[in-house]
């Protein structure tokens, strides 16, 4: 079973109330971009600006799996591998082929030639293999799925392979799309390291990629610059950008009036009912595609009455999540059923899930110890994700109803990560979306629910641990056999929702605001929250 590519595609916690005039002249200072009448000229076919709420937390595309980062990773830093358009198939990026042996165990990669860093370092197989290591070393990121490498041969200067102990489910995934292995120039990563960090410091505010933009400026919360890499390997022929902004803009009202203005191309984090306002709008157009996304609020499994599974079983009970659904998201989503999203692959179709049912909630409380509630959880989410905010209140209003106490609290997202990445501060409930890094159920099952994704190693902040569990997902990873394989994951799913670390809440399709004269936009699951910068042009 040898899969090959050969050739790639041509062209494939602060609240800043910001003003038109403010926006302006804060863009216009920082890349002195011509103005007609007090206003940049985003329309003019040379500037695209992108407009977000949510704050990047970190350049370094190796040690975050936050959703905003990618959006900046994406356009500066490449992977070997990506997904083809709107599927899950693979094409070639920066390796112009692939292969994988009969075992699943040896996979070999053709490294594309004359491809330089804007440092002007050439890219090859020396560079690609210090990469990978240094995704290894750091074990955040995607490293959890390089464990099973045992060793990265270069016979020569275009030619990495791999080495797996055992096959591995997903593998190619971890060369492909946003959390992955992106290639950084290991000459800037050695002149920048400290104290053995891997430069992890450095790259917080820095990039030096292979992409088609290279970083300008960067004000962590305010704006991040890029211009074109004139030395980019696939050229600039045909119609792209020659700079792109990206504004951080933290009131909703004022990121609609520069889109419905036009001083914005894209709108994106907008809060939901603030996105169906726009739908219709002259000029704007709303993106509608089924996604990947599955929202969920975790409870911490670790302290306090939610360790008690009855506790977190009987919370479930308790949320009624479809009318959430009707009175926040307008119905325009469904209820999830369990931890994997139904139109993904692997979902278990018989996966039991949770019923709106109150009085059950209150007696299963009070058979765990808690008549009537009588306690109080913490809920934290981060700026910029507007829906968490409302979930909040509707689980403070709904856990009201059995007698427990919510507390919301705000955070910047750089907060919010390391109080919850820190088991040691970590007592608090969250609202959390996941889509998927890997193509297969492993992904979400793994980095929120495995022991070994606790902290810094993945998204797993409720603190969940289940023996059972980690043995099902470590054996099916593993097994080569898909029938095998898919009965193990369907187990996991079961098991998952028996315990609760999580309310399952709903799925939804990806709404982006955009103005109608930007084209070439191509929605994928895996790539959520971002733009492929060098598609995109004015039509």
Known sequence: MTHTFITAQSHAPKIVALTRRGFLATTAGTLALPLMGGAVQAANGNTLVIGTAADAVTLDPGVSFDGQSPLLWRNAYEALIDYREDTLEFEPQLAESFEVSDDQKTYTFKIRQDVRFVDGETLDAAA????????MKVQQGIAFVLGGITSIDTPDDQTVILNLSAPLDGFLSAFAALYTVKMISPKAIRDNEVDGDSAQAWLRNNMVGTGPYKLRSYSQSQQAAFERNADYWRGWDGDHFERVIVKYIHEASSQRLLLEQGDIDVALFMPDDTVESLDGKPGISVTDDPSFNIFYLALNCKKGPTADVQVRQAIAYGMDTASYIDAFLGGKAKPARGPVPSNFVGFAEDTPSYTYDPEKAKAMLAEAGYPGGGF??????????????????????????????????????????????????????????????????????????????????????????????????????????????????????????????????????????VVDSLKGFVFNGMRMETLDFYALHRG
């Not at 690609?128 to 995704?135: A, D, H, P, T």
């Open 128 to 135: 690609v293999k210090f990469n990978i290591e240094r995704q």
């Open 376 to 513: 109080t959880l913490k809920y934290v989410y981060e700026t910029g994700y507007f829906w968490k905010r409302p979930l909040g209140e509707f689980f403070q209003s709904a856990m009201r109803d059995l007698g427990i106490t919510i507390e919301i609290q705000e955070l910047s997202p750089s907060a919010w990560a390391g109080l919850l990445s820190n088991p040691d501060t970590a007592d608090h409930c969250f609202g959390l979306v996941w889509w998927p890094t890997l193509a297969t159920p492993y992904d979400y099952m793994w980095s929120m629910f495995h022991t070994d994704a606790q902290g810094n190693a993945g998204y797993n902040w409720g603190y969940y641990s289940n023996p059972e569990l980690d043995k099902l997902l470590n054996d099916g990873v593993g097994d080569p056999d898909d029938s095998t394989r898919r009965a193990l994951y369907d187990r996991a799913q079961a098991l998952i929702v028996a315990d609760s670390p999580m309310l399952f809440l709903y799925e939804k399709n990806y709404r982006m605001p």
